[in-house]
C-alpha cells in the first residue's frame, strides 16, 4: 500500500508541476486539484481496500511541504482532510464495489475537495493571509465587495469543480484500464 502510495504521489505531484510548468502562473497551481482527485480515485481503485487515499495523501502532504509557495505548511493537513474524507466516503457501503462506481467516486472527489478548500482557507484566514490578488481578480470581474463569504465561496467553488474533473478522469482511467484487463 506505501509503494502504490508513493507511486500515485509522484504522480499527482509530477502532473501538478507539469501543468504549472505549461500553464505557468495563469492556474496558480489550481489545477493541482484536478490531479489529486484523479489518482486518489486511481489508488482506491487499483488497490480496492480501504487506506489508500489516506496514504497517499500522508505522502503528498509532507512532499507539499516543500513547495515553494507561501503557507505551503497548510497543504500538509489540506492533502490530509482530502484523503481521509475520500477514503470514509468510499467506506460507506462495500468499498470494493464503489471505486468503481462513477457516482461514488464523482461525488467522494467532490466532497474530499470542498473538505481541503476549508482546511487551507480557513488557515490562511487564521495566519492573515491578504487574498489581494483574489479580491482584485473578482473586483475586476465585477463584484465590488468580496468578504470572507466570498473568498469561501470561490475556494470552494474553484476546488468542487476542479475535484470533479478529476473525478471524472479517475473513472475514465479506472474504465478503461478494466477494458484493457
Do not use: W
Not at 81 to 102: E, I
Not at 123 to 150: C, K, M, P, R, W
Amino acid at each position: 500500500m506505501i509503494a502504490y502510495a508513493a507511486i500515485f504521489s509522484a504522480l499527482y505531484l509530477l502532473l501538478s508541476y507539469s501543468s504549472s510548468s505549461v500553464f505557468g502562473p495563469l492556474f496558480r497551481g489550481s489545477e493541482a486539484h484536478c490531479f489529486r482527485a484523479m489518482t486518489m480515485a486511481l489508488i482506491a481503485a487499483r488497490l480496492a481496500y480501504p487506506g489508500g487515499p489516506i496514504i497517499m495523501s500522508f505522502v503528498s502532504g509532507f512532499l507539499l511541504l516543500f513547495v515553494p509557495a507561501p503557507a505551503a505548511f497548510l497543504y500538509l493537513p489540506g492533502t490530509i482532510g482530502a484523503g481521509v474524507s475520500y477514503d470514509y466516503f468510499l467506506r460507506q457501503g462495500n468499498y470494493k464495489t464503489n471505486c468503481s462506481n462513477p457516482s461514488k467516486v464523482v461525488i467522494g472527489s467532490v466532497f474530499s475537495g470542498i473538505v481541503e478548500s476549508l482546511i487551507v482557507t480557513a488557515g490562511l484566514f487564521v495566519i492573515g493571509f491578504n487574498f489581494t490578488e483574489l479580491i482584485t481578480g473578482l473586483n475586476q470581474l465585477g463584484f465590488d465587495s468580496v468578504g470572507l463569504i466570498g473568498i469561501l465561496t470561490f475556494s470552494i467553488s474553484k476546488n468542487l469543480i476542479l475535484s470533479f474533473v478529476g473525478g471524472l478522469l479517475g473513472m475514465f482511467f479506472i474504465k478503461n484500464l478494466k477494458k484493457s484487463i
